[in-house]
Each structure stands twice: as structure tokens, then as C-alpha cells.
């Protein structure tokens, strides 16, 4: 059984492009959410998607948006990159209300130069 | 508001026990965690416990909660070399029937001979 699956694993971006990072949740997951771990930091929480609605967001700019597929998979685009964005991008997907299930990807690590 | 603190660095001597602390603030997590975070991986969840729990065992690893204080944490038993790593907690507050996660800035364990 796979579990939380994140592509791709390593990206190197321009100053001011867009980027879309892809997540695959641990099969019987229905909710993923987003985090960013900045380089000597703890995990910050992004935002949270169920049902293909956005339902809790921390404190990140509108640049930060999101997509959750029927399938339950998740995309994470950033627009207008800055460097400040350069971190390790990670996936959790649990299933609702199971506050004890969360399972985390190995992250896709961006590079904004 | 929301908000976890931790001790950034611990030291032991292999063999030794390892207690890593931290404190909390919000009284509606359900579930406090413990990650495990190896250097360019992603997190790895070590255990859980449930908020209406004092102690927890699950091998190696003891759990203390003493939620009057919002006091969290996670005693090694019988460190080795391979439980160098990043140590993070983290709390699970509930809105609106969903949980995210909130970490702290995570305790480097380092272990020597």
C-alpha cells in the first residue's frame, strides 16, 4: 500500500514563475493538506483541502493556491516566486475527523534563484 | 492562539535516555504527536497520544501529557547513534470539524559515544 506520493521530488525555479507541485494521498485518504518547512523551521500550515473545497488556510498569500481532484489527489501552486519560497513543500493527507492518522510525504524540495 | 515551543538542541551519551519537552497552547488538539524528521527526509510519525491520556509506551518511546500545564514529552529509552535526527511535536487544533497540525521549531538530538 502506497502511502503519501509527492512529485516532484526536487525543483529549481526562476524568480517570479509559477510552479505546481503535485501530491497523491495514502490510499483512503479524503483530505490532504499542504505544509512549508523553510530551512531550520518546523512544518507551517498551508491549507487544507476536503471534498475539493479549500477548508482551513494558515497564514500564507493569495499566491499560495490549491486543487483537489475528485480522486482525492492535490496540487500546490505558487505564483509570482520569491526567493522566501525556497523550502521543502511536504503533503499530509489523514481521513476527516481521524485526528490520528496523519501520513506525510517525503516532500518536494524548491529552489527559487 | 496557537503555538508550540520546544527545546532546540539535546545531547546524550549512546545508551543514555533522551527526554525532549515541549509545551503547547491549544486546549482543543484531540491528539498531540511526535515526528521524527532525518536530515533531506521528510516526517516521520513516531507516535501519538490522545488528549484524555496521561502516558503513553510503545517500545522505546514513553509519552507524558500533562495537559493542566499543556506539557508534552517523549522520553528514549536506550539511545543509539540512529536516533540522531530532529525531533518535532505538534498539535492538532479542531475547527469547524477539521484538524491541522501546528509544529514546533523541532529538538536536534544529537547522540555521541
Known amino acids: 500500500d502506497a502511502g503519501v506520493t509527492q512529485s516532484p521530488t526536487h525543483l529549481i525555479k526562476t524568480r517570479g514563475q509559477q510552479v505546481t507541485l503535485r501530491c497523491s494521498p495514502k490510499s483512503g485518504h479524503d483530505t490532504v493538506s499542504w505544509y512549508q518547512q523553510a530551512l531550520g523551521q518546523g512544518p507551517q500550515f498551508i491549507f487544507q483541502y476536503y471534498e475539493e473545497e479549500e477548508r482551513q488556510r494558515g497564514n500564507f498569500p493569495d499566491r499560495f493556491s490549491g486543487h483537489q481532484f475528485p480522486n482525492y489527489s492535490s496540487e500546490l501552486n505558487v505564483n509570482a516566486l520569491l526567493l522566501g519560497d525556497s523550502a521543502l513543500y511536504l503533503c499530509?493527507?489523514?481521513?476527516?475527523?481521524?485526528?490520528?492518522?496523519?501520513?506525510f510525504g517525503s516532500g518536494t524540495r524548491l529552489t527559487v534563484v | 492562539g496557537e503555538d508550540v515551543e520546544q527545546s532546540l538542541f539535546l545531547s546524550v551519551r549512546e545508551g543514555d535516555s533522551s527526554v525532549i519537552n515541549c509545551t503547547y497552547t491549544d486546549s482543543s488538539s484531540t491528539y498531540l504527536y511526535w515526528y521524527k524528521q532525518e536530515p533531506g527526509a521528510g516526517l516521520q510519525l513516531l507516535t501519538y497520544i490522545f488528549s484524555n491520556m496521561d502516558m503513553k509506551q510503545d517500545q522505546r518511546l514513553t509519552v507524558l501529557l500533562n495537559k493542566k500545564d499543556k506539557h508534552l514529552s517523549l522520553r528514549i529509552a536506550d539511545t543509539q547513534t540512529g536516533d540522531s535526527a530532529i525531533y518535532f511535536c505538534?498539535?492538532?487544533?479542531?475547527?469547524?470539524?477539521?484538524?491541522?497540525?501546528?509544529f514546533g521549531a523541532g529538538t536536534r538530538l544529537a547522540v555521541h559515544p
Open positions: 499530509a493527507s489523514n481521513i476527516r475527523g481521524l485526528g490520528y492518522g496523519y501520513t
Open positions: 505538534a498539535e492538532s487544533p479542531l475547527s469547524g470539524g477539521y484538524n491541522k497540525l501546528i
